[in-house]
């Protein structure tokens, strides 16, 4: 059986939720409730069988395997912005895909 993997969503929620510091302002910017960013904490868990991120004082701080999985993240998100890019239309109206 193949090895369960966390997806870009599990660790972009991860990252941000770092970053900002509360599910509410992570739910804010990625456009999805409380409870999802919750989710996806538990399930980045859950795959690596210990915590990736942990409450302490007020704030979230990363634990070793958490530290590699923020790296990770970021990649990830430095990736869909990319993306992103290159899917969005050109200032004159066409899309990179007229181009080809």
């Given at each position: 059986m193949?090895?369960?993997?966390?997806?870009?969503?599990?660790?972009?929620?991860?990252?941000?939720?770092?970053?900002?510091?509360?599910?509410?302002?992570?739910?804010?910017?990625l456009g999805r409730d409380s409870d999802t960013v919750r989710y996806h904490l538990t399930a980045t868990r859950e795959v690596?069988?210990?915590?990736?991120?942990?409450?302490?004082?007020?704030?979230w701080e990363a634990t070793p395997t958490g530290l590699r999985v923020l790296e990770i993240a970021r990649k990830a998100r430095a990736l869909n912005d990319d993306?992103?890019?290159?899917?969005?239309?050109?200032?004159?109206?066409?899309s990179s895909e007229d181009a080809a």
């Open positions: 193949a090895r369960k993997r966390a997806t870009t969503e599990n660790l972009l929620a991860v990252l941000t939720l770092y970053e900002v510091g509360s599910c509410g302002a992570a739910a804010n910017i690596y069988g210990e915590n990736v991120l942990v409450y302490d004082h007020g704030r993306l992103a890019e290159i899917d969005a239309p050109d200032p004159d109206g066409s």
